[in-house]
Each structure stands twice: as structure tokens, then as C-alpha cells.
């Protein structure tokens, strides 16, 4: 976040923002080093409650972590958008990359490029890797995992579909929307019974539990992490469900102006509205 210009980080609690970061307690530089240093997660209230405080209304949305190394999204991950793209069956996930200078936080602008008329949304979970990770097993993945977010992978689709790589289509400036908050991991009870909802201009048009994952969060992770090293503050974006607007009838295409909101179960609503640029 930022506060009257100031990088920071903290926690928000009630609508109150508390500043944790270099202007605040200076607990760790930004969140990416509290999570690197173990200190993410582990703040009491005694200590917050400490720390100098503003209205969240007041504060500029970063996106969490805001230079992860690495972030790496899952494509077709759901088993409701798979059938609506006809491809079912998977062997191994999907994967593309995104780089982190295409991110955006809550209430920033979602930037539909002048060269693009199919901009879509999707609405996805993010995790946040807490330690180096490295051939991890199933059974030890969520040892490694920080905390979770919402996550919008604003698509680009003409450019996505020129080609058999997606990259081009997920990496345009101001299209990868994280946030509001990153929830520690130990704060989220039973993934399972989350939900995740993503609606454009308050109409519902993404509604899936996460326990219709066809690649669940473990399997993810060994996947992941048998051909790439991940570090702390890494990020894994776990995929969308179906309903994307390429694939409605009619297309339900993003517009100027649209306000798009991705909502999962206490992980709050990221809200950001379509904004056409150069």
C-alpha cells in the first residue's frame, strides 16, 4: 500500500490501515520481506495496534507483492472452464507467465490496450510462495504457502489466440490485478468451502467453489516446483472458472468503463474499472 506517497505495508482491520512498513514500525522494508523473513503472519494486535493508523479509505492499493521473482498462472484450471473451452482431460496444468510489472492493485485502473477488441476478465485465487521451494511434495505444499489473494488476469484475446503461446495476450501494462489483501495462510480455515465470484458491472458472471479445481493447490505446487526453483514471495495464480466473456453467447466482452470486482471468501473484493489506453 501507500500512504501520502510513502511504500509501505501493513494490516487493515475494520477499515483502519495499520502501517507496519518504513513509515510505520519499519517491521520489515516491504511485505515480500516480511514473508521472506517469517514476520508476515505472526504480527499481534498488541504490536499493530501500536502503529501509526489511517483510514483505509485514505490508502493507494499496491499490488501485495509488488516485484515477485516469479508469477506463474495456471491456465483452464477449472473443471466448468474447461468444458467451455473443450479442453478437458488434462495430463499436467497449463502454464504461462506473467511479469510483474504488468500488475496493478485494488481500485487501479485495469488498462484495455487501443490495439485489442476481445479484453476479457478472470477472476482467480493467487498464492504467495513463504520459503524457498524446490521438488516439493504433495504432502508438504502448504507448509510452503504465505497467504492467499484474489486475483484478476485481465486478458488480452486476440493477442492471447494469434498464437499457441498466451503470453503476449497476459502481459499488456495494468492487466494483472492483486489484492485487496494477502491473507495468511494460517487465517484461511478450509479452502474448499471458499468461493470465488466474479462480477462486471454487479452482474454475476464467475461462481465456482475451489474444491472444483481439476489441479488443486498441492498438485500445483510439486508440478511447479519440479521444473522451476520458487523463492519467498513468489506467486502461483491458480486459474479461473468458467464464465470468461469470450465465451458467453452473446460474447460478454469487457467495455470503457466497465467495473469489474472479484470476490473470494474472506479474502475480500478487488474492484478495478476498464480504462482504454494507448
Known sequence: MSTEGNR???????GTAYDLGPSGLNLAPTLA??????????VTREQYAAAPASNEDAITFLPPITAPGKIICIGVNYRSHQEETGKTEQKAPTVFTRFADTQMGHLQPAGM????????????????????????????????????AAYNDFSVRDWQRAASQWIPGKNFPDTGAFGPYLVPAADVEELDSM????????????????????FPIPDLIEYVTGFTKLSAGDVI???????????????????????????ISGLGVLRNTVERVA
Do not use: C
Open 33 to 42: 520481506d516480511a514473508v521472506s523473513s517469517g514476520v508476515f503472519g505472526t
Open 195 to 214: 468461493v470465488l465470484e466474479t462480477r462486471v458491472n454487479g452482474e454475476v458472471r464467475q461462481k465456482a467453489s475451489l474444491r472444483d479445481l481439476y
Open 237 to 263: 495464480v491458480t486459474g479461473t472458472p468458467g464464465g470468461v466473456g469470450l465465451f458467453m453467447e452473446p460474447q460478454g466482452l469487457l467495455n470503457d468503463g466497465d467495473v469489474v470486482e472479484v470476490e
Open 8 to 14: 509501505t505495508w501493513g494490516i487493515v482491520e475494520n
Open 113 to 148: 490496450p487501443d490495439s485489442t477488441t476481445q479484453f476479457d476478465y478472470e477472476g482467480e485465487m493467487a498464492l504467495v510462495i513463504a520459503r524457498d521451494a524446490w521438488h516439493v511434495s504433495k504432502d508438504e505444499a502448504f507448509d510452503y504457502v504465505a497467504g492467499y
